[in-house]
């Protein structure tokens, strides 16, 4: 491949910043109709928007509509209770009912050389417990998404894999790398490696590794790309040279993806330098479907359509984060409705795109072509420099997300500002540590290490998301997360300084014994957890605490 064709500066067609929105599914739209009238006839408390938007069609969709359109409503459009629901049991099949069960090709009850290191009889019982979850979250696409996929909202993929579980019943994209990390320490290589395979199923097809692998999803935005990543550290367990050679290609397509024009700003710094970086943004100006009604009670405040359009956008975009939601990407932290996502160059971002350069150039290496190599080599290298005059906030001894002026088109360079640096602390201020060019420098460690420790952040149980209890997000104070915790833990682990993986070592116990204590309480793991209580588990959001997978990667 020539690395003309695939270098970091190449361009990519994608529409611009005032471009047209690209129409959903008729399906999609129709049970947004269904959804709305599910928000009015179930108390709130009893509603989930997704539940609704997942449902397949047992007949085809005219007919369907013509039955629901007979349905008896009062004025305001909602149903009865009873009406509704045999409407949904005749018409519907369940949501998630288009997948199915099917055993993990490589799961075995003990994996040989299962987490070495863990001694303790008891925390040991609980790692098998955990690792036998593998067997419930295993699912592939069923025989009638392939032959009708017009029937359905969730997308035909090539092979099975690993659903988050709960209401999560489809592949996430950023998710599915702590799924891997999970995997591989129960040693599972093959079922990871599936993983990888659908999610470049979903770029060959989409242009772009979607949000999730539902039809309501192929028309806005991706998440945190992390594709790069996860094929690295297979590689690095099994030594999968075909596995490079099939990814690298799509890496290249996803990386022109996150460096289109309206992903990219540039930023012109004091020393006259000029630097590209990236920052979420959804092409969708819309509700979203899988939560459009009460997308639109929030956006209800806004007169104008204008503003209207633009706080949808705003709200797709932070779902592309994967930060959603939390004070951190509001301009008013006590105002949902002030999201300004777009205009936010986010640290983590472009930590995870320093690391897609990274690991593109180490890819290219194995199959040799020395050129993309090169070319990759140098674009992190002066990402890295962009660190260090854009994000790196001395005083505070963090990188910061850069707000930008507001309104500013991506082609014309925004000239760099102190004020604009975000100073309030995020756990994702420590995310870079995650990258090896950055805890591979000591003194740089250390002092990002003690930093953290007088953030505030660290808590009883573990990293708090944020400093702000917003009461209502999810990715705020009290809430720690696992993702955050591992990269933190991680980074912070791979440095030479004795202190910070003191530190470390630390965080990863406070976390993992309230991960304990609240599996002894409940069962189960959970997608977030009080911080500030051991074993209490998380709450705020628009949909109750689920119970995902993500304490494997502590166990590694």
Known sequence: MAAANHSPSSPYSCAKDSGPVIPTTSLVTFLERVQETAFQTYERSKFDHKDFIDLSLKFDLSTTVKAFDE???????????KDFEEFIGKWFKSAGEDLVYVEPMDFETEPYGFLPKVENPEVRAWALEVHG???????EVSSSVHDHPELHTLLPLPVPGMIPGSRFREVYYWDSYWVIRGLLASKMHETAKAIVTNLISLLDTYGYVLNGARAYYTNRSSQPPLLSAMVYEIYNRTGDVDLVKKALPALLKEYQFWNSEIHTMIIHDAENCNHSLNRYYAMWNKP????????????????????????????????ESGWDFSTRWMRNPSEFTSLSTTTILPVDLNAFMLRMELDIAFFAKIVGDDAIAEDFLTASHTRKKAFNSVFWNENMGQWVDYWLNYGAEPKEPQTWEAQNQNQNVFASNFVPLWIDLFNSDTPLVEKVTRSLQSSGLLC?????????????????????????QHMIVEGLWRSASTEARKVARDIAERWIRANHVAYKKTGTMHEKYNVEKCGEYGAGGIYRPQVPFHLHIFLA
């Open 460 to 484: 009883a149980a573990g990293i708090a998301t944020s400093l702000t209890n917003s009461g209502h997000q999810c990715r705020d104070f009290p809430n720690g997360w696992a993702p955050i």
């Open 71 to 81: 349905i008896s409503k009062t004025e305001n459009g909602s149903v009865s209770t």
């Open 133 to 139: 979850l593998w067997k419930k979250l295993s699912r």
């Open 288 to 319: 979203r479907p899988e939560a459009s009604a009460i997308d639109k009670r929030f956006a209800s405040k806004f007169l104008n359509v204008n503003e209207k359009q633009k706080f949808y956008r705003e709200l797709a975009s932070t779902a």
